[in-house]
């Protein structure tokens, strides 16, 4: 398979560039408190990460370069475009769960859905209705998402509706 070339490159891109200054201001302001941070970051890897963890144990697939080449290659592409410092676990879900997720607290949660039409391999074609659920990027934002973007046949009206819907 042949890859196709990074498009752009968003080097040293920084979560803060995508901040509303109300909350930088309140971040900075938690920041002050001594053992916070430590402290929240344990609750999560405790709580939320753990659980998300085996969740997708128990409901999702680890894919590597291996199994779905063609969606390893979108994901490392998006990772050089992101200028990410590694490359970390991508999950494949069946709808209506996000169809990608990257987890951890020292590493972003990343959620990637996909319209929510089915690939038809033998048919090599897209089969059903897009049911591509925009409003549930505020639920996914609100669990920890540090970013939600759109894979297959996702486009720009869908990631505008999902800017709208996170109050972006």
């Known amino acids: 398979m042949h890859s196709e070339p990074t498009l752009h490159r968003l ?16 971040t900075a302001a938690l920041g002050q408190v001594p053992g916070l941070d430590k402290a929240i970051r344990r609750l999560t890897e405790f709580r939320y990460e753990r659980a998300l963890r085996q969740s997708l144990l128990a409901n999702a697939v680890e894919v590597g370069p291996r199994q779905l080449p063609e969606v390893w290659e979108i994901y490392e592409r998006a990772l050089r475009t992101l200028d990410m410092p590694e490359t970390y676990g991508l999950y494949i879900t069946q709808y209506p769960l996000a ?38 990027a505020a639920r996914w ?8 973007g759109g894979c297959c046949r996702v486009g720009p009206a869908d990631i505008a509706a999902v800017a709208r819907a996170v109050g972006r």
Do not use: M
Request: aromatic share 8%.
């Open 11 to 26: 080097e040293s891109l920084s979560p803060r560039a995508f901040q509303h200054p109300a909350d930088r201001a309140a």
């Open 99 to 136: 169809n990608a997720v990257a987890i951890g607290t020292r590493k972003p949660v990343i959620v990637y859905p996909n319209s929510g039409e089915r690939w038809d391999a033998t048919g090599r074609r897209w089969t059903g209705g897009s049911r591509f659920p925009p409003a549930d």
């Open 141 to 148: 934002v609100a669990a920890g998402a540090a970013g939600v």
